[in-house]
Each structure stands twice: as C-alpha cells, then as structure tokens.
C-alpha cells in the first residue's frame, strides 16, 4: 500500500511539474506574452517595455524563469487581474462554491441515475430497456449542452412559467429554496451528459462483473440471484466507478463553463469568458492552471480511495 | 463527449487472425457492420447530409446572405422559407446548408489532422517505449488534465479566428486520445512473432512501426477516427457559439446558435433547426463508430 501510494504521488508530482510546463508555454503564446497588460497602455514607448521586461526578469533565460514563475504558483502568488488588481487565487475561489454548487449537483443526479440504469441494463441485456438506453445514451452524447440548455430555457422558463431562466438566486431573496429552485435548470442541463457517461460505465463494469467466476460460484452456490447481483456483482463493479469520477471531471468542468454561459451562473465558467472577452490574461491562465490541477488532484484522491477499497491494488 | 468512450475503445484482442485472409477478415467486418441498425443509420444520415449541404443550396431559391427586411423572422413555411429566416430575413434553410458545409469541413479536416498526429506520436511511443514512450505518454497525460473547452477556447482568444486556425486548435486538443489508443495497440503487437520476424529479416525501425505494425492496428484507429469527427464537430460548435470560432457573417452551425440565443422567445426555431442539425451529425458519426467498432473487433461479444 505504502509503496503503490507512494509511486502515485510521484507520478502525480512529474504530472505536475509538465502541466505547469504547458501551462507556461501557453502563457507565453498569448498575444504580448506576460507583457500584453502593458502593451496596451497608451504613450508606452518600446524602451518602457524592455524595463518593464527587465524588471519582472523577462529577459533571463525561459528555464529560469519558468522555475521562477513555478514557485509563485506554489506559494499561492498567482499575480494579479487586469481588471481590478485583485489576487487572481483570491477572485477564483471566490467564484468556486458556485461551480462546486453545480457540479456537485450534477455529479449527484449522474451517479444516482446513471448507475441505476447501467445496472439495470447490464442485468437485463439486450431488453428493451437495454437498447432504449444504450440508443439514448448516445444521442445524449451527441446534443451540445448549451443547445440542450436554450431548449430546457425556452420550454420550462418561456413558454412555462417553472423554471428562472438564469443566474443562482433572486436577488433579496436568497433562501435555501431560492437557490434550489434556480438550481434545478442548470443542474439538469449539465447532468445530462453525465448521466449518459455514468450509465455507459456502470453498464460495461457490471457486465465485466457479471461474467467473473466468482459470479458463477455464487450461482452455483445457490445464493438468490439478487444476492448474488448486489452483494457480489454489484459490490465489485462499483470500484472502477471511484476512478471514473476523477477521469470524468474535466468533462464536468467543461461542461460547467458552457451551463453556466447559458443560464448566466456566477461561477468558474462565466469568469473565464468574462476574463477572455476582457483579455484579462492572468485571469484566464490563472483559471486553466486551477482546472488542470483541479483535475490532477481528483485523479490522485480518486485513485487512493480505489486502493483502499479494493484489496488487489492494496496488495500490490 | 466522446471522452467517455474512450475506454470502451481498447481492442486487446483485434489483431487479425494468422489464418484469415484480409478478405475474409473484410468481408465478416462488413456483415457484422451492416447488421448494426444504428451505424447503417448513421452512414445514411451521414450521406443525406453530405448531400443535402453540396446541393441544398442549390434547391433553395434564396441566397444565404440575401437579406430581406420585410421578412424578418418568418416563422417555418412561411412565404416559401421551409425553415423559416432569421433576423435579418435571410433564408434560415439555405444558411443551414452553407453552415453545414463549413461545419462538416472543420470536423472531417481536424479529424484527419488529429488522427495523423495522435498516430504518429501513439506508434513511436508504442514502438520505443522506454524512455521516449513514457515521456510522450506523460505529456499526453498532462495536456488532457485540462479540460478540453478551457484550452480551445484560450487557444482561439490567440489566434485570427479563420477557417484554417479553428481546425488547427480543434485538432490540437483532440489527437490525445488517438495517441493513447495507438501506443497501447502498438505496445502489445511489438512483442508479437512477427515483429520479431520483420526484425530478423533486417526491416528498419521506421519499416516496421509503418508497415507492419500500423497495417494491424488500423481498426482502433479508424474507430477512434470517426468518433474524432463527431467530437470535432462539437467542439466547432461550442467555440463558434462562444464567439471564438467561425466569425459572422460566414455561417457555421455553432455560430448560428449564438446569434439565436437572443431571439430564444420570439424566434425559437432560430435556435432549434441548427441544434438539431448539430446533434444529428454528431449522433451519425457516433453511431457509425460504434458500428465500426463492433464490426472490426474480432472478439463478438463486446459490451
């Protein structure tokens, strides 16, 4: 155990250290590199500009000053917008409970509905309901999520009166069914995708579960083949699910950003286009490294808490 | 996205067997493709398509930027506009069918882009492995820990927003996957027989990664490929609604829907018709890939 944790975490710091890499070299693939802000102020001559690069040590070697742009990450000086000078760490967590609030949301409805129905496919494959939800899960796949949200927008807030057609509550009010109540859209729109992935997953994880040995020991046994589905199947198709999570979430991340456009969310999406449309670089890169490592971290966690669930990676 | 089917895309077993011709193996492939009633679906969808946006616009007797103020916001059938016209009075059919064309386009190229590079990189890691696999893998591994839209999108803030640029972003974020596929396929038949065959018989490194390894493992990634356009097409989409793709007035079907989001209550079938267009491109290409995946996989009883 100690030996596989270990190992995870030094992939994870190699990991790391390459998307910071990238990271960077987007950085300095912006129009002006980090000297755009400047660039745009007018009566800045190209003298001001080559002091201004000195100053920030612009004109030292890239390695170095990746290193040295690198270890500001690390102690939590992401710089500063363009916009309103404030700690760009400081305007992203500022933003996150919004996006959590909803990928959360979403990820609860994914997981509930979409395992239920990749067991309930699995258990009765080829049925009806099988087809139907193999046939729905791709073309759920296939709608574009912020399409699908102008339709939910324009059935359940235009035409019916159910559903607020944005933003995360109304202002003055605020109580906890507010919230809900404006919850539920986006919440949807996103879970859509969601739902199609989980169900797909849990399907093939349960069919995977289904055709062990185990399984036919079991029947033979002569346990209830709904013992043997639950307590048995169920329990073990259930570990690659752990993983899922953390390899699905930039799928939700992405999907967050293009929900929250659409129903004008306040969270981590709507900042990234707001700060893009604004050419607020350190923003919009402040944004890309915070997903990514966002990412990566979930990935970690999800893969540790697989190890202490299942026994034959603990061992090993 | 097409992520999620990433891992029903490993094909352990889809190395052709020693005993069967490529005829045969072709000719079973092609059953077994057009029993799947979803991917002859979707190859016919995909070929009304394709037609409709070469002739379509030679059907219709409006130009896609002709601009008629009186008819404004036509809703479908009226005044001989089957779909209806947009704010400006333009003929909504005629733009869907030139949008088309550009959103077809966009996906077919950076699928083939994609699919070029992600192979190119899977087979040399898959070939070397060692040192050289490993780093190219890790690097993969590090550029999908950012999600797909957040790169595209900073990307296309970049760049001048033409044709070209937009396929070349699309395909930068999209040939990760195919890489993965490729060297874990590569990986697996190096250590098969005839490899070993091929390199006592003198074949040079390059002749064996292209021409004998690539040759077995060209079912994975002409999966992976058409999965890739459907993804491609998506991804136009989104960046185009964001206002980072296609630039107005040339059409796309992504850009089509941000112009229509704010005449969402009054002229719905303005966001309808394209979204609709969108998901039936996307959802052809996604069933033929799955039909595909089923008819080359030598194993029958895949999920």
Not at chain 1, 141 to 165: C, D, E, R
Not at chain 2, 185 to 197: G, K, M, P
Not at chain 2, 217 to 243: D, K, W
Request: neutral net charge; glycine residues 8%; aromatic residues 10%.
């Amino acid at each position: 155990m100690a030996h596989y944790l270990v190992n995870r975490i030094a992939q994870s710091v190699v990991l790391l250290l390459l998307v910071s890499a990238i990271g960077f070299v987007v950085l300095h693939l912006a129009p002006g590199g980090p000297l755009a802000q400047f660039a745009l102020i007018p009566g800045m001559s190209q003298a001001d500009i080559a002091r201004i690069a000195a100053q920030m040590g612009l004109d030292r070697p890239l390695p170095i000053q990746y290193w040295e742009w690198f270890s500001r990450l690390l102690t939590g000086d992401w710089g500063h917008s363009y916009r309103d000078s404030q700690p760009v760490l400081a305007i992203i967590t500022s933003h996150l409970p919004a996006t959590l609030e909803l990928m959360v949301s979403a990820l609860l409805i994914a997981v509930v509905l979409g395992m239920w129905v990749g067991v309930m496919g699995a258990v009765r494959r080829y049925s009806v309901f099988d087809t139907l939800a193999t046939v729905g899960a791709m073309i759920a796949l296939s709608i574009p999520t912020f399409w699908f949200g102008l339709i939910v927008i324009y059935i359940f807030s235009l035409k019916l009166p159910w559903l607020p057609a944005g933003s995360r509550y109304t202002p003055g009010n605020g109580s906890f069914l507010d919230y809900a109540h404006h919850l539920i859209g986006p919440a949807l729109v996103l879970a859509l995708v969601e739902v199609a992935i989980w169900s797909r997953y849990m399907r093939a994880s349960m069919l995977d579960a289904i055709s062990q040995d185990y399984i036919r020991t079991a029947r033979a046994k002569g346990l209830p083949s709904r013992v043997v589905l639950v307590q048995h199947a169920l329990r073990n198709a259930l570990l690659p699910m752990i993983t899922l999570a953390g390899l699905e979430l930039p799928t939700l991340l992405g999907g967050a950003l293009v929900t929250e456009t659409v129903f004008t969310w306040p969270g981590m999406g709507r900042l990234f286009l707001d700060s893009l449309s604004y050419r607020d670089y350190p923003v919009v890169m402040g944004l890309l490294m915070f997903s990514a490592v966002m990412v990566l971290f979930a990935n970690l966690l999800a893969d540790i808490c697989c190890a202490l669930a299942d026994p034959r990676i603990r061992l090993t | 996205m097409s992520e999620a089917l990433e891992s029903d895309l490993s094909f352990p077993d889809a190395v052709p067997l020693a005993a069967a011709s490529d005829d045969v193996q072709r000719n079973r492939a092609w059953v077994r493709f057009r029993r799947h009633r979803l991917a002859m679906f979707g190859t016919a969808a995909i070929l009304l398509l394709v037609l409709a946006t070469i002739i379509g616009p030679w059907l219709i007797p409006f130009d896609q930027l002709h601009i008629d103020i009186r008819n404004r916001f036509a809703p479908p059938l009226v005044a001989g506009h089957i779909f209806g016209t947009d704010q400006l009075g333009r003929d909504l059919a005629a733009r869907l069918f030139t949008a088309g064309r550009l959103s077809l386009t966009i996906g077919f190229s950076a699928m083939v882009i994609s699919a070029s590079f992600g192979t190119l990189i899977g087979v040399v890691a898959g070939y070397y492995g060692g040192l050289i696999g490993a780093a190219l893998m890790r690097f993969v591994d590090a550029i999908l820990c950012f999600p797909t839209i957040f790169l595209l999108l900073v990307l296309a803030a970049f760049i001048v927003p033409n044709v070209a640029m937009i396929t070349l972003i699309i395909a930068a974020t999209a040939w990760m996957e195919v890489a993965r596929i490729v060297a874990s396929q590569i990986a697996t038949l190096r250590e098969r027989d005839f490899t070993l065959a091929a390199e006592m018989l003198g074949a040079s490194g390059s002749y064996i990664m292209f021409n004998e390894l690539l040759r077995n493992a060209v079912g994975p990634i002409v999966v992976a490929a058409t999965l890739n356009v459907a993804r491609a097409i998506l991804l136009e989409a989104y960046v185009s609604f964001l206002g980072y793709g296609v630039q107005p007035p040339a059409a796309s079907w992504g850009n089509m829907l941000n112009d229509a989001q704010q005449y969402l209550g009054s002229a719905p079938w303005l966001a309808i018709f394209p979204g609709l267009a969108i998901t039936l491109a996307v959802a052809s290409f996604n069933f033929v890939g799955d039909g595909l995946r089923d008819a080359l996989d030598a194993r029958m009883d895949i999920g």
